[in-house]
């Protein structure tokens, strides 16, 4: 069985300050780890994975995460938020001995970026 | 061109009406899914399939069946639709999960 939570629904942060969003999981395997990110009116873009290698994975757009597996997080980060930036996010968790179809959305996370 | 196209991108349907919406890739992967979006719910998986023989039930199945009528397509149906399927409709590809999806731009679906 596997889960992911994501602890904020809306998060609002000034341009040019950190982003963090936070995402915790549970998972029977050794999970595979995403961030997704959607612009409005967008299909789901890949932020981010991890997969078991380095615990420090770094995405497109100078966004990065940390896995921890002794807090079962996955948190998004990134030095300084743009503009750009406003989207919905979504993590994800795919155990990595199941077959396919067995990966779990987040319910997302909204950033907003003030001027 | 888009690596997953989605067709219809918008429809308005009535009650009791069969609708289809398509999905075409180019990424040449074998593993194809359909999810629904609604505000706050994140997404939930309705049909995926492992190749053009291979069709697996999603969470959220009931009311919706799927054709894989080629590697590179694999189209949902409701076969007579109702409100609450009111929704945003993806279709994903992927080569293994452990890879991650890529997903096309969504058809937004309205049932009146």
């Known amino acids: 069985a596997q889960s992911v939570t994501q602890l904020d629904s809306h998060v609002s942060v000034s341009e040019g300050t950190p982003v963090l969003l936070r995402c915790n999981y549970s998972?029977?395997?050794?999970?595979?780890l995403f961030w997704y990110v959607q612009h409005p009116n967008k299909g789901l873009q890949l932020l981010l994975k991890?997969?078991?290698?380095?615990?420090l994975v770094k995405g497109i757009n100078g966004f990065e995460a940390e896995f921890k597996k002794s807090e079962t997080s996955f948190h998004l980060t990134k030095p300084s938020a743009h503009m750009s930036d406003a989207a919905e996010y979504f993590c994800v968790v795919s155990g990595i001995n199941t077959n396919a179809g067995k990966s779990t959305f987040g319910d997302g996370t909204t950033l907003t970026v003030k001027p | 061109d888009a690596d997953v196209t989605q067709t219809p991108r918008n429809r308005i349907t009535k009650t009791g009406k069969r609708i289809m919406l398509e999905c075409s890739q180019t990424?040449?992967?074998?593993?194809m899914y359909w999810y629904r979006q609604d505000p706050g719910l994140g997404l939930r998986l309705i049909y995926y399939s492992f190749d053009v023989k291979d069709i697996n039930k999603g969470e959220i199945s009931d009311g919706y069946s799927v054709s894989r009528q080629a590697q590179a397509k694999f189209s949902l149906s409701l076969e007579s639709a109702i409100p609450n399927q009111t929704a945003l409709y993806f279709c994903?590809?992927?080569?293994?999960?452990?890879?991650?999806?890529?997903f096309g731009s969504g058809t937004r679906l309205t049932v009146v």
């Open positions: 994903a590809t992927s080569d293994r999960d452990i890879y991650g999806y890529t």
């Open positions: 990424k040449g992967h074998d593993r």
């Open positions: 991890y997969t078991s290698a380095a615990t």
């Open positions: 998972s029977s395997y050794s999970p595979s």
